[in-house]
């Protein structure tokens, strides 16, 4: 697009079907764009300032690519759980696929809303690519309240409720492509995905009925409680409710030091930040992930870094002690010394993952005492 300083003068310069990064010129009378799709190889042209293409630069050839047994990862389109909105995904599937066979199906996730799960560019070495090879069918799937740059109607679904929107369509664009495809095992699903898509990931093994479609879970970095996360992510996306705590005066049993009728933990006085007034708090307004624990069904793997500079790990500490307390198995990996990106531990992490997958959904037992085998 071109757009004049003051908002006016809105023009589309290329309608082309595409994910475009443009640098403009010194002079700002020309731009480079560079543009692909997840199933289209970059190309690179000069164009002026009306969009017009006066040079052709480069495209990439992917010959030796194909040679080594590669393949593109497809596209498809589903339709939301409101049976109406256009949901649209990636497919990626192992490079020797036979469509004889049944696959495990794994989705990708991320909730929204400054971005969706679903990468627009072309990215040959994708981790959903490497994970498919194991011998799975392996999804990014968009959802209601994801990108803002597709509408605000689209965008706005997330408001209050960023989770349930974002299940309830994975589910059902699951569901489709299993209709739609006989290779596909809906028997046999997994989810994965990092910070928000974490906090969904094991969301989707804690509420009903997502609890009972997801069988196995990969949540790495998961902002799983949202009262002690950033308000701007927490507070717009999931809505907040306003608890009133009850004062009174001094009376026998609970509270009779202090004059109050409530329990001395619901009282918010040396947090003036989260009251508004007396006998007054704010608590997050879609239950917590330690709230859902002992509805947890499946084989859940929880993952953080214990100095996550975005996400902070006592979220996940706090879903740790509930799944603790209510009696729950599952898998926990903290990475000392990394941040929310998981550093240079990320490839171990990524092994893992792979070989969670697979102990779980294709009954591929890892020996006893094997060493990991990870390459950067």
């Known amino acids: 697009y071109r757009v004049n300083l003051d908002g006016s003068g809105l023009t589309l310069l ?21 543009y692909s799709r997840i199933d289209m190889a970059p190309e690179a042209v000069v164009r002026d300032r009306s969009g017009k293409v006066i040079m052709e630069l480069e495209k990439a050839d992917l010959s030796r690519l194909y040679e080594t047994g590669w393949k593109m990862p497809e596209t498809f389109k589903v339709k939301a759980a409101d049976g109406v909105t256009d949901i649209y995904g990636n497919l990626w599937k192992p490079f020797d696929f036979d469509a004889r066979k049944k696959y495990p199906i794994i989705a990708y996730v991320y909730p929204g809303p400054q971005t969706e799960s679903v990468t627009a560019n072309f990215s040959p070495t994708i981790s959903m690519q490497r994970l498919a090879q194991l011998g799975f069918i392996v999804i990014q799937i968009g959802n209601r309240g994801g990108n ?19 299940l309830a369509d994975k589910k059902a664009g699951m569901e489709q492509l299993a209709a739609r495809h006989s290779f596909i095992d809906i028997s046999r699903t997994g989810i994965y995905g990092h910070s ?16 009972e479609f997801f069988k196995v879970g990969v949540s790495s970095a998961g902002n799983h409680d949202n009262n002690v996360y950033n308000s701007n992510w927490s507070e717009q996306h999931h809505g907040l409710r306003e608890v009133p705590v009850t004062q009174g005066q ?8 202090t004059g109050r009728t409530a329990p001395e933990e619901l009282f918010v006085d040396e947090a003036p930040q989260e009251q508004t007034g ?7 307004k879609v239950p917590t992930n330690a709230e859902l624990a002992a509805n947890l069904k499946g084989n859940l793997m929880l993952v953080h870094g214990d100095m996550d500079n975005n996400v902070h790990p006592v979220g996940t500490i ?8 209510a009696n729950k198995r599952f898998e926990m990996i903290f990475l000392p010394g990394q941040a929310h ?6 490839p171990y992490f990524t092994q893992r993952m792979f070989e969670y997958f697979a102990q779980h959904l294709l009954d591929e037992r890892i020996p006893s005492g094997a060493d990991m085998v990870v390459r950067p």
């Open 318 to 325: 706090r879903l740790i002690n509930a799944l603790i307390r």
């Open 14 to 34: 290329d309608p082309g079907n595409a994910d475009q990064s443009t640098t403009l010129t010194p002079s700002k009378n020309f731009a480079v764009s560079v």
């Open 250 to 257: 001094g009376q026998a049993g609970q509270g009779a030091a």
């Open 148 to 166: 803002p740059a597709r509408s605000n109607a689209y965008h706005s679904y997330g408001y209050y409720n960023l989770r349930d929107y974002g």
């Open 278 to 284: 007396t006998g007054t708090k704010f608590e997050i």
């Open 341 to 346: 990106g998981f550093g240079d531990m990320n």
């Open 196 to 211: 928000g898509g974490g906090f969904m990931t094991a969301a989707a093994l804690l509420l009903p009925p997502f609890n």
